[in-house]
């Protein structure tokens, strides 16, 4: 006796027999509508922007850049160094308004594709927050989290769009502004200074030049002081008869204090001979020396005019040769998302069960049109 199969399970081979068979009678309008499908996705790509990634490395210019600074760091009075200046760039970008104005100025974002001012002006902030820049880490840093990334001596600055031109126009401009603004910072920095240390020079001239003169007014008033005394004691020890000092007077003298009259007005007669008889009152001015000393060596002091000579030597005088850090805009790295080929797949995709569909809708109606006539 034969066994006999349920009839489900046979309708169900000769639906699914059938449904093979429809497909492949099928297949030249499935595979033309995917190819529509296809050729519109392609279609698309030209419309649809390429998302990207990028990276750049900014380094510390090098031992032999940062070597023609020497001559100007050995005064200790403006000292440039490559991690200064690397620091000084990146703190310029870290507000990000040099960036932001350069996306603005390379119109990265058409204005006309907003319906107003605030639409854009918040588009540009979102576009500006995605340009990432990241510090080197430090060694405090890195202890406290090895999994972290190790950079040493440079930053990164990183971005995610859609225009690659463009940002690198942005990139590139940035850079070029900031290290303009930092050369002509330092320029004016090292100008003021200048300005302030010839003050301060001045200025202690000027006290030196009243100190000396002091000293004069101190000298005539003390020897002014002394002479009245003087002849005072002269006077009256000429009154006494007192010409020299006697014996017992000088052996009282040197081991007590007598009247100074006794010492004789011959003795004090000719020191007051020697007091105005001085014409050079700069060899018996108490401290003169030392203030001369002090005064002359402000004013001989060359260490400024050195300096400005270094710094005029320095790059930070020329535009065309000052660099505030090393980095190479055509080094810039880029990974592209597979937007295209993802769009292209996708296109193939909907054209098959498109073409499916409309496969299925017609056989559906065929069998409608069988079944009434």
Same mark, same amino acid.
């Given at each position: 006796?034969?066994?006999?199969?349920?009839?489900?399970?046979?309708?169900?081979?000769?639906?699914? &027999?059938?449904? /093979?068979?429809? /497909?492949?009678?099928?297949?030249?309008?499935? !595979?033309?509508?995917? /190819?529509?499908?296809?050729?519109?996705?392609?279609?698309?790509?030209?419309?649809?922007?390429?998302?990207?990634?990028?990276?750049?490395?900014?380094?510390?210019?090098?031992?032999?850049?940062?070597?023609?600074?020497?001559?100007? $760091?050995?005064?200790?009075?403006?000292?440039?160094?490559?991690?200064?200046?690397?620091?000084?760039?990146?703190?310029?970008?870290?507000?990000?308004?040099?960036?932001?104005?350069?996306? +603005?100025? @390379?119109?990265?974002?058409?204005?006309? $594709?907003?319906?107003?001012?605030?639409?854009?002006?918040?588009?540009?902030?979102?576009?500006?927050?995605?340009?990432?820049?990241?510090?080197?880490?430090?060694?405090?840093? =890195?202890?406290?989290?090895?999994?972290?990334?190790?950079?040493?001596?440079?930053?990164?600055?990183?971005?995610?769009?859609?225009?690659?031109?463009?940002?690198?126009?942005?990139?590139?401009?940035?850079?070029?502004?900031?290290?303009? +603004?930092?050369?002509?910072?330092?320029?004016?920095?090292?100008?003021?200074?200048?300005?302030?240390?010839?003050?301060?020079?001045?200025?202690?001239?000027?006290?030196?030049?009243?100190?000396?003169?002091?000293?004069?007014?101190?000298?005539?008033?003390?020897?002014?002081?002394?002479?009245?005394?003087?002849?005072?004691? &002269?006077?009256?020890?000429?009154?006494?008869?007192?010409?020299?000092?006697?014996?017992?007077? &000088?052996?009282?003298?040197?081991?007590?204090?007598?009247?100074?009259?006794?010492?004789?007005?011959?003795?004090?007669?000719?020191?007051?001979?020697?007091?105005?008889?001085?014409?050079?009152?700069?060899?018996?001015?108490?401290?003169?020396?030392?203030?001369?000393?002090?005064?002359? &060596?402000?004013?001989?002091?060359?260490?400024?005019?050195?300096?400005?000579?270094?710094?005029?030597?320095?790059?930070?005088?020329?535009?065309?040769?000052? /660099?505030?850090?090393? =980095?190479?805009?055509? @080094?810039?790295?880029?990974?592209?998302?597979?937007?295209?080929?993802?769009?292209?797949?996708?296109? !193939?995709?909907?054209?098959?069960?498109?073409?499916?569909?409309?496969?299925?809708?017609?056989?559906?109606?065929?069998?409608?049109?069988?079944?009434?006539?």
């Amino acid at each position: 006796m034969a066994q006999e199969f349920p009839q489900s399970e046979q309708n169900d081979e000769i639906d699914l &027999a059938q449904l /093979v068979l429809n /497909v492949w009678d099928g297949k030249w309008l499935i !595979g033309g509508i995917t /190819v529509i499908f296809v050729c519109l996705g392609v279609l698309a790509t030209y419309f649809v922007p390429t998302k990207f990634s990028a990276r750049l490395e900014i380094h510390q210019i090098s031992k032999a850049k940062s070597a023609i600074y020497d001559e100007l $760091n050995i005064f200790d009075f403006f000292d440039l160094s490559e991690e200064f200046l690397l620091n000084e760039l990146m703190n310029k970008l870290t507000n990000k308004i040099i960036i932001k104005n350069k996306f +603005e100025t @390379s119109e990265y974002l058409e204005r006309s $594709n907003f319906n107003n001012n605030s639409q854009y002006d918040f588009e540009l902030s979102k576009l500006v927050n995605d340009v990432k820049l990241i510090a080197p880490l430090s060694d405090e840093e =890195y202890a406290k989290d090895r999994k972290t990334l190790r950079r040493n001596n440079y930053w990164e600055i990183s971005f995610e769009g859609t225009s690659q031109e463009k940002f690198l126009l942005v990139l590139k401009e940035s850079l070029e502004q900031a290290t303009a +603004e930092i050369r002509q910072e330092l320029i004016d920095q090292f100008n003021a200074k200048i300005n302030l240390r010839k003050l301060q020079t001045k200025n202690s001239i000027m006290d030196l030049d009243e100190k000396i003169s002091n000293a004069f007014i101190d000298y005539d008033t003390a020897t002014s002081r002394r002479l009245a005394f003087l002849r005072e004691q &002269a006077a009256i020890a000429r009154k006494l008869g007192v010409s020299k000092p006697s014996e017992f007077v &000088a052996a009282l003298d040197s081991n007590a204090t007598g009247p100074f009259y006794m010492r004789g007005y011959d003795a004090i007669e000719q020191e007051i001979e020697h007091l105005t008889s001085r014409t050079d009152k700069t060899l018996f001015v108490a401290g003169l020396v030392e203030l001369e000393q002090q005064r002359r &060596a402000l004013k001989q002091s060359r260490v400024l005019e050195r300096v400005q000579v270094a710094f005029e030597k320095s790059p930070v005088s020329e535009a065309e040769k000052f /660099v505030a850090a090393e =980095y190479d805009i055509g @080094s810039t790295k880029f990974e592209f998302a597979n937007t295209r080929l993802m769009l292209l797949g996708l296109s !193939g995709i909907l054209g098959i069960f498109a073409g499916l569909f409309i496969l299925m809708i017609s056989n559906m109606l065929r069998s409608r049109k069988s079944l009434s006539s």
